[in-house]
């Protein structure tokens, strides 16, 4: 089993920036993708940013450029620097963590409100 613990989500003014962080413990493989997820309100979760163990990154195309994810293996912890904000990024944020041999593990999420 593993435990994802979410934190850093708040209210904040469009333009401005956020960092979210995710620990997480258990049986934790050296080997794994660890990413960020958000669903709005009346929409289906979606892709944020995900890094492999090994620190390559993927991004979904609306916050290229603005968000960027990274990671420290020897705290198993992830996060994600938001920098311009924009409305359209409010969302409750998921921390998710997976290895082939599982079927992956998600957070309880943070809140992200972006203000306009």
């Known amino acids: 089993q593993v ?9 904040v003014q469009a333009g401005g920036s956020l960092r979210l962080s995710c ?3 258990g049986k934790i493989f ?13 929409k289906q979760r ?5 890094i492999t163990s090994g620190g390559h990154t993927n991004y979904a195309n ?10 420290d293996n020897a705290k198993n912890t992830v996060y994600l620097q938001m920098d311009s904000l924009k409305s359209e990024d409010t969302a409750v944020y998921y921390c998710h963590y997976i290895v082939v041999t599982s079927p992956g593990y998600w957070g309880r999420g943070t809140q992200v409100t972006v203000s306009s």
């Open 3 to 11: 435990q994802l613990v979410e934190s850093g989500g708040g209210l």
């Open 23 to 25: 620990a997480a413990s």
């Open 46 to 50: 979606e892709l944020v940013a995900t």
């Open 62 to 71: 609306s916050v290229k450029g603005r968000f960027t994810i990274s990671r």
């Open 30 to 42: 050296s080997s794994n993708i660890m990413g960020w997820y958000r669903q709005a309100p009346g």
